[in-house]
């Protein structure tokens, strides 16, 4: 089993920066591929980023390509999402979880920490 823990919300004003982590306890979390979801109120839950086990294959969803960079160093157990040029739109609650499967689709997820908040203000 792996837990996770996601940190580095808060509040930003828009055009600014945050980076998002997600600390994972347990020893095989460098076995999976790892991803980063946001679900705003009122939304469903959506893809953000994703990064393969090895760290050598990334992917984005179109709506932040070019602002957002995922990576991870498997030696922290941790995966990190920097963010750029933020939007109000980007304002949502931020979850990793992680995959078996090199995969967009959240039911091929099996582990999913509690989110943190990104709040962009215009």
């Known amino acids: 089993q792996v837990q996770l823990v996601e940190s580095g919300g808060g509040l930003v004003q828009a055009g600014g920066s945050l980076r998002l982590s997600c600390t994972a306890s347990g020893r095989t979390f460098s076995r999976y591929d790892v991803g980063w979801f946001r679900q705003a109120p009122g939304k469903e839950r959506e893809f953000v980023a994703a990064v393969s086990w090895s760290g050598s294959s990334t992917r984005y969803a179109d709506s932040v390509k070019g602002r957002f960079t995922i990576s991870r160093d498997n030696a922290k157990n941790t995966v990190y999402l920097q963010m750029n040029s933020l939007k109000p739109e980007d304002t949502a609650r931020y979850y990793c979880?992680?995959?078996?499967?090199?995969?967009?689709?959240?039911?091929?997820?099996?582990?999913w920490g509690q989110g943190t908040q990104v709040t962009v203000s215009s």
């Open positions: 979880a992680v995959s078996s499967s090199w995969s967009e689709d959240e039911r091929f997820y099996n582990y």
